[in-house]
């Protein structure tokens, strides 16, 4: 009988993988370092940081809110210079801005090395991690999160699997210390905080609570720290990477699990499942992130998954490790990220 492990070396490609250029790791460490800015200023402010000051304008008129509109860039900017300032000049806001992006870094790089050491376990080509820095207070964390992108044929379903699973793994693994010290490390809000709160709140997964309940944090009554919420970020990006459609990280471990024709199913029932939680979540606890997660996969469902090569199934090993990337997505997913008060 022929050991699957000599199969995928039967579909390694001769020539060697291909290696980055010193103009590559420039360009990519470039990416890094603008995200590394931008998820320090948006890390310092609203919702995540300590500077919380936002436009007090309440237009009535439709002249009111066209004038609204067109200061809006002018504002955006004073707002972000006053935010980069402060990082400057106050150290305790400068130290609270590391915490969160190079805990988030920290996070998002591990999830995307998983995916490319993998990638070079098995002698598939792939660009190193393209982190994706967006303007603060208009991406979320000050980021996008980051990709690698795969160029050249799977040579197994077990390569897939692999490399799939890689990535949320060891970003999981990567948070779970970062999350550990942002909830032991929570403080309880005073009256007069829970009274100045902005009514905007972020549901906690499973992890978190079981880490609250661990050192006996009650998450209604703590004040989020920057551990709390680089890891929430971070847990919130394993959990839509492993969601089982398209080409996301969950759809690669379906498609190497069950076949084409399930993977196919999972995106189609995905995509209604959480168009329906989104309506019901606008709905009952004013949460509209929900749309956000359905909008993913509705492109994703529209995605086509490249077939590898050899269709030799799952060993039981991997299989195994299938169940405990389910439960790593259950603790997690919260269908209403955000909710609104």
Same mark, same amino acid.
């Given at each position: ?31 890094? !370092? @603008? ?10 402010? =609203? ?23 067109? !200061?809006?860039? *002018? $504002? ?8 980069? #300032?402060? @990082?400057?000049? #106050? ?7 590391? $915490? ?8 998002l790089i591990c999830h995307e090395m998983g995916h490319y050491v993998a990638c070079r376990i098995y002698r598939v080509d792939a660009t190193l991690p393209f982190f994706i820095p967006t303007p603060p207070m208009i991406g979320p964390a000050g980021t996008f999160g980051a990709f690698? %992108? ?7 379903? &077990? ?19 970062? *999350? ?18 902005? +009514? ?8 978190? &609570?079981? =880490? ?11 004040? +989020? #720290?920057?551990?709390?919420?680089? !890891? ?27 076949? %084409?024709?399930?993977? $196919?199913?999972?995106? &189609? @029932?995905?995509?209604?499942?959480? *168009?329906t939680l989104s309506i019901l979540g606008m709905y009952f606890f004013n949460s509209p992130s929900g749309f956000l997660i359905a909008i993913i996969l509705a492109v994703m469902m529209r995605v086509g998954h490249p077939e590898p090569m050899d269709q030799t199934p799952l060993d039981?090993? &991997? %299989?195994? @490790?299938?169940? *405990? ?13 955000? %909710?609104?008060?």
């Amino acid at each position: 009988m022929t050991d699957p492990e000599q199969i995928d070396q039967q579909y390694y490609y001769e020539p060697p993988v291909m290696r980055p250029t010193a103009r590559t790791y420039v360009r990519h460490l470039l990416l890094l !370092a @603008i995200t590394f800015c931008t998820s320090m200023v948006a890390g310092v402010m =609203f919702p995540f940081g300590p500077i919380t000051t936002l436009p007090d304008d309440d237009p009535q008129t439709a002249g009111q809110v066209f004038d609204f509109i067109l !200061a809006l860039p *002018a $504002k955006y900017v004073g707002l972000i210079g006053a935010t980069v #300032n402060e @990082i400057f000049t #106050n150290p305790v806001v400068l130290a609270y801005g590391l $915490k969160f992006s190079l805990s988030l870094l920290f996070i998002l790089i591990c999830h995307e090395m998983g995916h490319y050491v993998a990638c070079r376990i098995y002698r598939v080509d792939a660009t190193l991690p393209f982190f994706i820095p967006t303007p603060p207070m208009i991406g979320p964390a000050g980021t996008f999160g980051a990709f690698i %992108k795969i160029m050249s044929p799977m040579p197994s379903r &077990r390569a897939v699997f692999d490399i799939g699973v890689a990535g949320p793994i060891a970003g999981f693994i990567a948070l779970i210390p970062i *999350a550990l010290i942002g909830v032991a490390t929570m403080e309880i809000a005073t009256p007069a905080q829970i009274a100045g709160s902005s +009514g905007l709140s972020f549901s906690d997964p499973l992890l978190m &609570r079981l =880490f609250a309940y661990l050192f006996g944090v009650d998450l209604n009554f703590a004040i +989020g #720290n920057a551990f709390y919420y680089a !890891a929430w970020v971070g847990l919130l990006v394993t959990a839509l990477n492993l969601i089982p459609s398209g080409q996301l990280d969950g759809g690669h471990a379906i498609y190497a699990v069950f076949g %084409k024709t399930v993977h $196919k199913w999972t995106g &189609r @029932i995905a995509f209604p499942v959480m *168009a329906t939680l989104s309506i019901l979540g606008m709905y009952f606890f004013n949460s509209p992130s929900g749309f956000l997660i359905a909008i993913i996969l509705a492109v994703m469902m529209r995605v086509g998954h490249p077939e590898p090569m050899d269709q030799t199934p799952l060993d039981a090993r &991997r %299989k195994v @490790i299938a169940f *405990a990337t389910l439960v790593i997505f259950v603790l997690c997913f919260v269908p209403f990220p955000i %909710k609104i008060s």
